[in-house]
């Protein structure tokens, strides 16, 4: 559990030089309104990727009720979400996780790759700005392991 600054500092610094695949897996849980909170909050990111220097995948879990919504934004911001690099792989991200992250953490998911769209087969790929280009090699292949 990453509960604190230096913990999702280690993690940012870590992940990123040994990912195998620059493909991370996302999911968002949020506090549903209620009489403590108007629209509610994010409660915890989830983030599963696949490092180098292991056979397994890993699924990291971000308290973000513990950690301020400013060194979120600071440290997974740029170097995740924002990362046009890293291929974010997400379920029905549309109706709910991005609104969330760019609510609570002002933070712009980009190169976003929805697998509810892609069931449905509603993405269109030569208009929508949020997918990744259907050619990308490298999602194949995460999809193998």
């Known amino acids: 559990m990453i509960d604190s600054k230096q913990k999702l500092d280690a993690f940012v610094k870590y992940t990123l030089t040994h990912l195998e695949f620059q493909i991370v897996g996302v999911d968002i849980e949020s506090h549903m309104p209620s009489e403590k909170s108007y629209e509610g909050f994010v409660c915890l990111l989830q983030i599963s990727l696949k490092l180098k220097t292991s056979k397994l995948f890993s699924t990291y879990l971000i308290d973000s009720v513990k950690i301020d919504t400013d060194i979120i934004r600071e440290s997974l911001g740029p170097s995740i979400f924002e990362n046009e690099k890293v291929i974010k792989v997400m379920h029905s991200s549309l109706s709910n996780d991005i609104g969330w992250l760019q609510r609570d953490f002002g933070i712009q998911a980009l190169n976003v790759f929805d697998i ?11 208009s929508s700005s949020i997918f990744l280009n259907k050619n990308e090699s490298s999602l194949s292949d995460f999809f193998k392991q």
């Open 116 to 126: 509810q769209l892609e069931k449905k087969g509603t993405i269109d790929y030569k």
